[in-house]
């Protein structure tokens, strides 16, 4: 067996992050989301490094722990990228009632389909393993649709955030809330859910003034991981008191981006807008950067840790298909009712990822030791089709919209008869988006 030295990591880590961004540009020029081919590496690694004494049995807490502060990362991007304003009220409300109720209703229903096909599971087990499938994945949507029309853009960068927040407090309010003790004691109930939330929400805004108060008048030229690190220990402060600590994140981030929005009155005076502007910029830097690699780690560790020989498996297929049906008709009939006949590509752009998968790794011990007859390889076939539906979607409209933009080439008069806002944004198309 061949030891494999310090240096030997060193040069796999360089070479996964540069064919991440390798990936990227692919991504940008076929839609295929880079996510998928990081997992396929993963998976190449693997083979590859068979006959070594890498072990990928001591890869699960590399993952969490690369998962958890990637999700910060991610949903700290997320909100940056989120101005509120009046005028933006009503797309912000359509994606928050997709968010919850597709949630709501996949979860549900994936929680019968288990129960159908694993009649031991329980039905607070059913739920708790569902809940993870049901949540949009943000690492992928986020950095997918940047070709799409800017309002369905806008729409997604808004779903997946609202459905990853709204996701992992479902998670963990059937984990830590529902779900009985050890002992068979009841779990902790509604009331006491609802009070953890109204508490967070209070330490999300009280923390997000002070800190924003205080780094502005930091003068060093190395405070934004300083603030990163405070980030993170709000967040993992919050989770041993078992709070809804990403909604520290996303407040910070809502704040950080609408300084204006929150700072008023009396506030105002105690606000340096060119400061704030200025750390605003850079976290948003950052945290892009940061994301990316991370990321990039996240997936490529996944995909050396799977078994490719549990999608073979005939009962994992009929369960995943039967989710992945439930899935899109729910999706469908949401998007139909909320925004109208408008809705591709979106009705195909509702992939899984790195919350799916962060989220299994956090279901207790006790849950899965009752629940032998649930195969992990449910998760990676759901993961690896909502990926590769959602590639195919962008790729039709992709050269749907450039379908379009040769017939208003061609036609001496077909700017009366076709507007360019029907036609989604393309780097090589238009410089306005």
Same mark, same amino acid.
């Given at each position: 067996?061949?030891?494999?030295?310090?240096?030997?990591?060193?040069?796999? =880590?360089?070479?996964?992050? &540069?064919? !991440?961004?390798?990936?990227?540009?692919? $991504?940008?020029?076929?839609? %295929? /989301? #880079? +996510?998928?081919?990081?997992?396929?590496?993963?998976?190449?690694?693997?083979?590859?490094?068979?006959?070594?004494?890498?072990?990928?049995?001591?890869?699960?807490?590399?993952?969490?722990?690369?998962?958890?502060?990637?999700?910060?990362?991610?949903?700290?991007?997320?909100?940056?990228?989120?101005?509120?304003?009046?005028?933006?009220?009503?797309?912000?409300?359509?994606?928050?009632?997709?968010?919850?109720?597709?949630?709501?209703?996949?979860?549900?229903?994936?929680?019968?389909?288990?129960?159908?096909?694993?009649?031991?599971?329980? =039905?607070?087990?059913?739920? &708790?393993? !569902?809940?993870?499938?049901?949540?949009? $994945?943000?690492?992928?949507? %986020? /950095? #997918? +649709?940047?070709?799409?029309?800017?309002?369905?853009?806008?729409?997604?960068?808004?779903?997946?955030?609202?459905?990853?927040?709204?996701?992992?407090?479902?998670?963990?309010?059937?984990?830590?809330?529902?779900?009985?003790?050890?002992?068979?004691?009841?779990?902790?109930?509604?009331?006491?859910?609802?009070?953890?939330?109204?508490?967070?929400?209070?330490?999300?805004?009280?923390?997000?003034?002070?800190?924003?108060?205080?780094?502005?008048?930091?003068?060093?030229?190395?405070?934004?991981?300083?603030?990163?690190?405070?980030?993170?220990?709000?967040?993992?402060?919050?989770?041993?008191?078992?709070?809804?600590?990403?909604?520290?994140?996303?407040?910070?981030?809502?704040?950080?981006?609408?300084?204006?929005?929150?700072?008023?009155?009396?506030?105002?005076?105690?606000?340096?807008?060119?400061?704030?502007?200025?750390?605003?910029?850079?976290?948003?830097?950052?945290?892009?950067?940061?994301?990316?690699?991370?990321?990039?780690?996240?997936?490529?560790?996944?995909?050396?840790?799977?078994?490719?020989?549990?999608?073979?498996?005939?009962?994992?297929?009929?369960?995943?298909?039967?989710?992945?049906?439930?899935?899109?008709?729910?999706?469908?009939?949401?998007?139909?009712?909320?925004?109208?006949?408008?809705?591709?590509?979106?009705?195909?752009?509702?992939?899984?990822?790195?919350?799916?998968?962060?989220?299994?790794?956090?279901?207790?011990?006790?849950?899965?030791?009752?629940?032998?007859?649930?195969?992990?390889?449910?998760?990676?076939?759901?993961?690896?089709?909502?990926?590769?539906?959602?590639?195919?979607?962008?790729?039709?409209?992709?050269?749907?919209?450039?379908?379009?933009?040769?017939?208003?080439?061609?036609?001496?008069?077909?700017?009366?008869?076709?507007?360019?806002?029907?036609?989604?944004?393309?780097?090589?198309?238009?410089?306005?988006?």
């Amino acid at each position: 067996m061949t030891e494999l030295s310090l240096y030997a990591y060193l040069i796999i =880590t360089s070479l996964v992050i &540069i064919a !991440s961004f390798i990936f990227n540009e692919v $991504s940008k020029k076929t839609n %295929i /989301p #880079s +996510v998928l081919l990081l997992i396929a590496l993963g998976v190449v690694l693997q083979y590859a490094l068979q006959g070594t004494d890498f072990n990928a049995d001591g890869l699960n807490p590399i993952l969490k722990t690369l998962g958890t502060v990637g999700l910060i990362m991610i949903v700290l991007e997320a909100a940056l990228e989120l101005e509120l304003d009046r005028n933006k009220l009503v797309p912000i409300t359509k994606a928050l009632l997709v968010a919850l109720v597709g949630l709501v209703l996949s979860a549900w229903i994936g929680a019968l389909i288990l129960q159908y096909f694993i009649p031991s599971m329980s =039905t607070i087990d059913s739920w &708790i393993y !569902s809940t993870p499938i049901s949540i949009l $994945s943000s690492a992928i949507i %986020i /950095p #997918s +649709v940047n070709g799409l029309r800017p309002d369905k853009k806008e729409f997604h960068i808004y779903e997946s955030t609202f459905s990853d927040i709204i996701g992992i407090m479902l998670f963990y309010f059937l984990t830590e809330n529902l779900l009985p003790d050890i002992d068979g004691n009841p779990g902790k109930g509604v009331s006491a859910f609802g009070y953890n939330v109204v508490i967070t929400v209070l330490i999300s805004f009280v923390a997000s003034y002070l800190i924003l108060l205080i780094f502005q008048r930091i003068k060093s030229n190395v405070k934004l991981f300083l603030l990163i690190s405070v980030l993170i220990l709000l967040y993992a402060v919050a989770k041993e008191y078992h709070l809804s600590s990403l909604l520290i994140i996303l407040v910070f981030g809502l704040m950080t981006a609408n300084v204006d929005k929150f700072f008023v009155g009396p506030m105002k005076k105690y606000l340096n807008k060119d400061t704030t502007k200025a750390i605003y910029n850079d976290l948003h830097f950052i945290t892009m950067e940061t994301a990316f690699v991370i990321r990039t780690l996240f997936f490529v560790v996944f995909g050396l840790s799977i078994s490719l020989m549990s999608l073979a498996n005939g009962t994992v297929v009929l369960i995943s298909l039967c989710i992945l049906l439930s899935i899109f008709v729910i999706r469908f009939i949401i998007l139909r009712l909320f925004v109208g006949k408008d809705f591709m590509p979106q009705l195909f752009i509702a992939p899984r990822g790195l919350i799916t998968i962060l989220l299994f790794y956090d279901i207790p011990d006790r849950i899965k030791a009752a629940n032998p007859g649930f195969n992990n390889g449910i998760l990676l076939f759901i993961i690896i089709s909502t990926g590769v539906i959602m590639t195919l979607a962008l790729i039709a409209d992709k050269r749907k919209a450039n379908e379009k933009i040769s017939q208003l080439k061609s036609n001496d008069v077909g700017y009366s008869t076709a507007s360019i806002s029907d036609v989604s944004p393309d780097d090589n198309v238009s410089p306005m988006y």
